[in-house]
């Protein structure tokens, strides 16, 4: 406990407080309220965790940790702050904890403004350190995979379903469409004639529509993988690199001026553009892709390029006009990353 001037005070306070909360303590107990903790064993779970929660996680938690105190997982909570161990499972009485809650020093308050904990509340969190302070193990986890995300779960390749005979299946997509279309008793469109499949295509894969000499030459081709050689030479083309990287370029937010009021021109983003159309009309692997942008200059040294992509972590907005180097700028790229991974995952390198 920290020296205080108002000690006795605080003391005293704290004995008045105590004598409260063991009034209350008492009165709650007498009552048959079901949900109530005193009397009988706290639940972590149902009585002291929702306490926590409203009123110390928003200081203590995974996002915040006021003086290296996080209350929200078990190991943290027991292993103390700044000031070492607050909990003493056992001894409510001697947890700097109680002391704070309880409020009695203006100075170690907890929260620190604002209204303090409800006598009863108090009391709630004193009982259960008194009885342990035990946690639940099912609320770990609670606290911590908060998400059910498709991207945290393994890979697993599913069978492929059964063509019916009415659908035209000529590869396994096809199949899942298929399938999802007659779970919904739909029928597959009739096949889009060869006119609109290469406008469809080209400007998919380039943003360009086709050349009329391109579209004459795709009409004459009867042979069987027309469409197949269409394709390749669409991602063969220089446009390919150009349309695909603008997707990459909003998920850097990519900009050739500053943005915000100070909207100044960045006369050298143009290196770090081109780097992306290289690397789509290359079929960079993702993960040398990425590994690139976030930290090219370490992971690739006699490469000039990889010096090159690491535009991506300037390649946003900037407050002020200024070149942003704050060491949280490369976490925020990571996350980007990952947005990214989402947004665009199904690029060509895949
Ligand atoms: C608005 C933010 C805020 C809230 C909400 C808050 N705290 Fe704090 N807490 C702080 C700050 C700031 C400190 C460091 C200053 C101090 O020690 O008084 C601190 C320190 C502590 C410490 C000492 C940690 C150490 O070792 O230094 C404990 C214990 C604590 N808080 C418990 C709680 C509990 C329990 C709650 C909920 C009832 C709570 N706090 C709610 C901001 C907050």
Redesign the pocket.
Known sequence: MRWSPHGLLRCWLSLVTLAVCVSVARSVAAEPEPSSATGNAVDFNRDVRPL?AK??F???GAERQ????R?DRRDDALR?????V?ILPGKAQES??TD??AGADP??R????GDL?PPEAVAVIRTWIDQGANWSADSETAATVKVDHWSLKPLVRPAVPRATASTIVQNPIDAFVAATLGEHGLKPSVEADRRTLIRRVAVDLTGLPPTPEELAKFLADTSPDAYELLVDRLLASPRYGERWARHWMDVAHFSETHGNDQDRPRPNAWPYRDYLVHSFNADKPYARFVGEQVAGDVLYPDDPQATVALGFLAAGICKKGAFCRHAWLRWHAVACVCGGLAEIGLAKSG
């Open positions: 926590l009123h110390c928003s200081c203590h006021e003086s290296d105190f209350l103390g702050g700044a000031n070492g607050a700097p904890l704070r809650i100075d170690l907890m929260p620190p403004k904990l």
